[in-house]
C-alpha cells in the first residue's frame, strides 16, 4: 500500500532545478569551495546543493527496510506529469523500461487479449480521423527502432571512455559495505564501531581512530578528516565546472540506486530502522566522492584533470523534459486498448447488474474483510456455501489507528496506513511465549571454536533437518507465521484508563471508540440489520525463506497482518458504554449481536478466530456452524488459487489441494507461497449487490459503500483517498516490476542475499534490489487500477476535487475512474476533468457454466463472467 | 575385476550417464529433468550407502581400479585410475546425501526459471567431477574431476549471465582456480619424475616406500608438498585466496549452498588428506598446513563477525572452520577432519538455504529483544586497536586488492605494454620462426650448439607472451584467437627442442590444439558474420542470441585450454614428462603460460558470450544489480 511520499510536498517545485537555484546559490559554500578546490574550481554558480539533493532523492527509489515492506507507486516521482507522459519522460531520462514491448503487445493483440475494435476506438479518441488508418498500419508493422540511450550515464561514462578507469567496479564494494555494515540491524555480530553520530561523522571517527585507513592515498584521508571540506569542494575536483554537478550526482547516484534510496528514505524516516541510524544522502554522496576521488588519485597519482575538462561534452538536464516520440505515443495506443479491452468486460458486467438488496434481517451472519483483492474470491465462497451471508470489504486496519506493542515486545509497531501517524498505542498482556530460538541462526556457529563445537554436532543435527524439511516441510522459527501477531488468548489494552506511554495514549476512550465502530460501520453502508454474529476478519500471510514477507501482510496496517486491528475493532464494538453512546446517537447495534474477531492467513487459507471462548452458548453454537462453513469455503478459495500454481493439480478434491497450499507455505524450497497482489487490476467501491453475481477472477479489491447512506460522498471522500494511493500504489509496483523487472523490479528472487536486514542484494557485492522479485509479478497483466465508484457523478467529482492529492491520481489518469450511476445505471468516463458518459463496445456478458471445469484447467486470466445462482 | 571394483567404477560413471541423458531432454522438460536429477542422485545415494555397507562389511579394504589407459608409450602410461577408501567413503556419503537433497529441493525451488535445463546439467556434471575426484585413484583421474569442478562452478557462479557481476565473479573464481589447476599440473610433472612413473595413491599405503623415495628426493618432495598444498589453499578458500568464496554466492541459493558451502569448497581438505601418506613425512609440509589453516581461521573469524551480508557472513565463518581442519589435517588427526568436514558441510548447506529467513527470524528477535546500546567511549588505546581491527576486517585484510596489485595488474600492465604486438607484426616474426623451429626441431642437425640449450627457454618465453597479450587484448577477437593457438606452438616446439620427443606425442598434443584452433576460429568467423565487428571491451551477452554458437565456442576454448580428456590435456601432460626436474624455470614459465592460456580462453568466452545483452528483450539489470 502506498504512502503518500515525499512527492506530495515536493511536486510543487520547479521541474528544472538549475533555473530556480540560481536565484539562491549557495553563497557561504561557494566562497569556502573557492578556496579549497583544486584545478578547475570555478565558481559553484548554480548549485543549490540542499536543492539539488532534494530534487534526487525525489526521483530515487522509495522503498523501505524489508520489515516495513510497502507498496507504491515505483514511479511516484513522475505523478504530476500525465500517466503517459511521465512514463516517457521517465525512459527518456533514466533509461525505464515503463511498457511492455512492441513484441509483447503485438503478441497479445494476435491472441485476442488486446481487441480489434478497441484498438480501432483508443487511436479514433486520440487522432484526427486522417491518421488513423496508417497509425493502424504502424501499431502492427513498424518497426519503432530501439529506444535511445537515456540522458543518465552519460557524464559519468567519460571515466570509462576518457580516462581508461572503472570507478564504479573500484568505488562500489567498499562503498556498499560500509553503508551496509553502518545501517545493520543485527546481521553482522560485530558492528560498526560507532553509529550514533551520523554516517559521516561516525567514519571520520573511525579514521580518525584507526591505525589503518580507507583510502590509499593521503589526500582523500585529509579530506574525510578536515570537517570544512564540503560537498562542491569535492563535486569541484573530481568533477570541475559547476554546470556539470547536478548531472554528475544524477549518474553518480543512479549507479546504485538501491543503496541511495533506502539511504534517502531512512533520512526522512528513521524510525524505519528498529535500531536507529542518523543517514543522509548528504553524508552517502560525500563518502562516494571521497572514494572516488582515492581511487584517482591510486591510479594517476594527484595530477589528473577533473572530469568536465575532459569530456568535451556540454552539461544535460538529466531530468529535462522531451515531448512524446512516435515511439512513445504507439506505446501508449497500445496500453490503453491492453487496458480497455479487460475494462470493457468488466464494465459491461457491471453495467448488466441489476443490484437488489436482500430481504432486511436475513443475513444468517455478516463478515466484514479487508477490501484486498485476496479476499475478493473468499467472500464469493462464503456467500455460496452458506446463502444470505452477507460480507463487506473495508480497508484491513477496520479504522483502528494505532501503534501495537506485543507483550514481550519492547518497541511499538504501526499496525495503520503509512501515512497515519497514531496518537494511540494498545498493548498485549499476558500470552504464552511465541519466539523460539534456533541454533541455525545463532551468531556463535559463526566462531572459531564455538564454530568448531557446533559444526561437529549441530552440523549433523542440520542434515536431519534438512531432510525432514525436504519430505516433510513443517513451521520452524524462521517462519514468519500470521497468527503469531497476536496471541489467541492474550488480552489487549483496547481501553483508555488515563495511561499514557512515550507519549501515545494506551487505549482509546469511549467516545474515540463510538467514533470509530460508527464510522467504518458507515461507510461500508452495515447501519441496520445486524446479524446475531458479525464476523470481523483481518488478514496475513505465513511464508518462510521470504525475506519480502512483509509485502504479503496487510498493506493498511503497514505491512503487519490485521488481527491486532481486528480484535480492537471488536473489543470497541462489544463494549456495553460504546453501544449505549452508539444508541444515544441513533445507531443501533442489537443487543444480541456479538463482533467477533478472526484473522485470514490469505497463504495458507485458514481462519483464526479471536475471544470464541467467551461467546454466549448459543453464538458459541452457532460460531461452530459457521466455522465449518468457512471450512469449506476456503477449502474452496484454496483451490481456486491452485489453478496458478503449476505444481499443484487443481482437479484434485478441495480439501487435498488445500494441504498442498498450506505445506507450500512452511517449505523452504517453496519460493512462491502465494501470488500476492498479481493480477489486480479493479478496484469497486460500492453495494456488495453490484459485483456478487460477477466472476471477477480474484483481480479487484471491493470496498463496500452504499451511496444511499453518503448522499453527500463524506465517507466517500475517506475511501477514496485511502482507496487511490492504497490500491493505485499496489497496482503500479506491480505495473513496473512487471514491465522493467531488471531495474524497477528486484529481479528474480533465487539468489538473493539478505544485507544488513534492510534490504536485499544480488551476490554479496550488489546494490539493493528493491521493487518485487520476478516471482510475484510473472503472472500479473501489467494494466492500470481501474476505480469504480457506485455514485452520482456530480458528487464523486465534488468528491475527489476535494483533495488534491487524491485527484491528481485520477486527474493525471495514473488510476481510471469510472462512475455508476446508481440511479440511471449509465456509466461514465472520468477524463480530463469531467465525467463523460462511457458505453461498453461489447455489452454482452458470458455465463460462467463451466467455472468449475475451467478453474480446474486455465492458468491463465479469465473473462468477467455472470454467475448462475452461486459461485460453486 | 572383483563386484567391489565394478561398482566403484559404476559410482563414477552413473552421474557422468545422468548428466549426458540431462543434455538431450529439452529445455523446458521440467518434470523430466528434475525426475531425472532426483532419480538419479536417490540412485546414486542408494548405491553409495549400499556400496559403503558392502565395503565395512568385507572389512574396509583399500580398493584400487585401474581403467582406462589412454595414451601408452614407452616409459608413459596415461591411465584413469580409481581408489576407495575411508575418506573417499565420507565424502562420497556427505556428497551423494547432500546432492541428492539439493536436487530435490531445487527441483521446486528453480520452477520457471530461465535456464532450469542449464541448472540441473550443471549440478550433474559437478557432481560428476565431484565423484570422480574424491574416487580418483592417481593425480590424473583427480586433475580430471578436478577440471570438471572448475568448469562447473564457473557455469555456476555465472549462472544469471545476463548480469554483470556474476559473470564478473565467476571469471574472477575460476582464475582463483587455475592457480589451484596449476598447482596440480606441476604435482603431476614432478611426481612422474620422482617415481619415473605414473604413481598410483595406492602406492602411498606403503608406507616404507613414499618414506625411502621422500628421503632420496627431499627437494623434489618438498616441492611437490608445496603446490599440493597450494592447489588446497586455492581450492578450499584459504589465506590469501579467502576472498573468492563469499564472492561465488551468485547463482540459486542451493546451488551456492552445495557447491561453497559444503561440496566443492572442502576440495582442498579432501586433497589434503588423499595426500597425506606422501607428505605426512615432511615436518616442513605439516607447519605449512597448520600455519595456512591457523592464519586462516584467525584472519576469516573476524571477517565473518563484521559481515552485515548473510551469505557473505557464513561463507566467511565456513572458511574459519576449514582453516580449523587444516590444523587437524597437519596434526595427523584424519578422523577429526573427516567429522568436521560432515558437520561443518551439513552446517553451512543448511544455514545457507534458510538464510532468507533471517530476516523474520532476526527482525522479530530484534522486536522483542533489542535494547538500544549505550555508548561509551573510553580510553583511546583499545579504540585504536578496535578501529583498527574492525576496519581491516570489514576489508577483508584488502586481500582483494592486494591480489589485483601484485598479481593481476602487473599481469595486464604487461600484457599491455605489448601493444606493439599488430596482428602483422606477429605474422611476420611468428610464421617464419615457427616454420624455422618446426624444420629444426624435425632435423636437429641444423642447430647450432650452444643455441639448443637456450631455445626451449625462449619458445616458452614467446608462448608465455602470447598468451599474456591474448589475456589482456581488449579488441580484436581473430587477433587473440590465433594468439592463443600459435601460444601453443610455441609450447610444442619448446618441447621438441627441450629433448627428443615422440612425433605422435607432438601429434596427439596438436591435433587437440589444431582442431579446437580451426573450429573456434570458424565459429568467431560465423559470430561476425551475424552480429558484425565485435569486440572484447565488454561483456557482449551474446549467447541469448546464439546459444548453439556459444557451446560450440566453449567447446573449443575447453579443448584448447587442455581440459580433460581433450588430447591437448593428454598432450599437455605427455610434454610435462620431457621438462626434466632439474629445469624449474622452464617448468615454471610453461606452466604459466598454461594458467594465462586458460584464464585468456575463459575471459575471451566471458567477454563474447555472457553478461548482458544490448537490447536484450527483457531488459538489462543495472551493473551493480
Known sequence: MSKVDSHMAASARPKNPSESSEAQSGEPLHGRHAAGSGPGGGAAAGFDEHEVLHHLAHFLPSQAPLKDFIHHNTLHAFQTERFHEGLAHATASLGFRTYLSFEEFRALHANGTIRDDVLGRVLADHLPAGEVDQWRQWMLGRDFGATRPPRLGQLRAHWKRDYRIDLDSQVHPLLFKIVNSYLDQ??????????????????????????????????????????????????????????????????????????????????????????????????????????????????????????????????????????????????????EAYEWSYYDQVLAGLAAQRPQDPAAGSAPFQVLMCIDDRCCSLRRYIESVVPGAATYGTPGFFGIDTYYKPAEGLHVTKVCPAPVTPRHLIREVK??????????????????????????????????RLILNVFRPTATSGTALAANHVGVDSELTVEHTGETENGLQVGYTVAEMAQRVQAVLTSIGLVRDFAPLVYVFAHGSSSINNPHYSAYDCGACSGRPGSLNSRAFCAMANHKAVRALLAERGFVIPERTVFVAGLHDTSRDEFHYYGIPALPQEHRTEHERNAHAFEVALDHNAKERSRRFENIDSSAAPEEIHELVRLRTVSL???????????????????RALTEHLFLDRRAFLNSYDWRVDPDGKFLLGILNAAAPVCGGINLEYYFSRVDNQVLGAGTK???????????ANGMEGDLRPGL???????????????????????????????????????????????????????????????????????????????????????????????????? | MSALQIALLALVAFPFAAFLVSLLLPANAEKQLSALAGGSTALHLIGTLSFVAWWLSAGRPAIDVREAVLYKSEGYEFFLDLYFDGIGATFLCVGALLTFLISVYSRYYLHREQGYKRFFNTILLFYFGFCSTILSGNFETLFVGWEVLGISSFLLIAFYRDRYLPVKNAVKVFSVYRVADVGLVLVMWLSHHMWKANITFSSFSSDEYVHELVSHHSGVALAIAGLLILAAMAKSAMFPFSPWLPRAMEGPTPSSAIFYGSLSVHMGVFLLLRTMPFWDHLWQARVLIAGVGLVSASLAAPAARVQSSIKAQVAYASIAQIGLIFVEIALGLETLALVHFAGNAFLRTYQLLVSPSVVAY??????????????????????????????????????????YRWFWNPLKRLGMGLEFMTAQRVALFVLPVLGLGGFLALNREYVPQGAAAWLPLAFAVFAFVMMLKAFTERMGVRRTWILIVVGHLWIALAVAFNERVHVDELVMYLSGVLVAGAIGFASILRLRELEGDVNMGRFNGFVARHPKLATVFLLCCLGLAGFPISPTFVGEDLLFTHLHDDQPLLAGIVSLAFIVDGLALVRMYARLYLGPLDGAPSGTAKRSA
Request: proline share 7%.
Open chain 1, 186 to 335: 543485527g546481521i553482522a555480530i560485530w558492528h560498526f564501531p560507532i553509529w550514533n553520530r551520523g554516517f559521516l561523522e561516525s567514519i571520520r571517527e573511525i579514521e580518525r581512530g584507526a591505525l589503518t585507513s580507507l583510502f590509499n592515498r593521503p589526500r582523500a584521508r585529509q579530506l574525510l578528516l578536515d570537517e570544512q571540506t564540503t560537498l562542491p569542494q569535492l563535486l569541484a575536483l573530481l568533477v570541475g565546472d559547476s554546470r556539470y554537478w547536478e548531472q554528475y550526482l544524477f549518474d553518480q547516484q543512479f549507479g546504485h540506486p538501491g543503496w541511495s534510496g533506502m539511504v534517502a528514505v531512512l533520512e526522512t524516516q528513521p524510525a524505519g530502522l528498529i535500531d536507529r541510524r542518523k543517514v543522509s544522502l548528504h553524508d552517502l554522496v560525500m563518502l562516494e566522492l571521497l572514494l572516488e576521488l582515492d581511487a584517482l588519485d591510486r591510479q594517476f597519482g594527484s595530477k589528473w584533470k577533473p572530469l568536465s575538462e575532459r569530456a568535451g561534452v556540454e552539461p544535460v538536464d538529466v531530468m529535462g523534459q522531451t515531448p512524446m516520440e512516435e515511439r512513445d505515443r504507439a506505446l501508449m495506443f497500445w496500453q
Open chain 1, 431 to 464: 500470552t504464552g511465549g511465541r519466539h523460539t530460538a534456533d541454533v541455525h541462526f545463532a551468531k556463535h556457529s559463526h566462531g572459531v571454536f564455538s564454530g568448531w563445537f557446533i559444526s561437529q554436532t549441530v552440523g549433523f543435527w542440520a542434515a536431519l
Open chain 1, 669 to 687: 524450497f517453496e519460493p512462491r507461497p502465494e501470488l500476492n497482489h498479481a493480477t489486480n487490476s479493479l478496484c469497486i467501491v460500492g453495494r
Open chain 1, 750 to 760: 533465487l539468489p538473493h542475499n539478505v544485507m544488513g536486514l534492510v534490504g536485499v
Open chain 1, 773 to 872: 522479485p520476478s516471482q510475484m509479478i510473472e503472472v500479473h497483466d501489467p494494466v492500470r487500477l481501474l476505480l469504480v465508484v457506485e455514485h452520482q457523478p456530480h458528487v464523486v467529482l465534488a468528491t475527489i476535487r476535494t483533495n488534491p492529492a487524491t485527484y491528481e491520481w485520477f486527474a493525471n489518469e495514473w488510476v481510471h475512474l469510472v462512475v455508476v450511476d446508481p440511479v440511471t445505471r449509465e456509466l461514465q468516463r472520468f477524463r480530463n476533468g469531467e465525467f463523460v458518459p462511457w458505453k461498453p463496445l461489447k455489452p454482452d456478458v458470458p455465463v460462467a457454466r463451466d467455472l468449475g471445469r475451467r478453474i480446474e484447467s486455465e492458468l491463465g486470466n479469465l473473462p468477467v463472467m455472470q454467475l448462475e445462482g452461486g459461485a460453486r
Open chain 2, 362 to 403: 532476526l527482525i522479530r528477535e530484534q522486536s522483542y529483544h533489542f535494547v538500544p546500546k549505550e555508548h561509551t567511549v573510553e580510553d583511546s588505546i583499545p579504540r585504536r586497536l578496535e578501529y583498527t581491527a574492525y576496519l581491516f576486517a570489514l576489508k577483508e585484510w584488502s586481500l582483494e586488492p592486494v591480489m
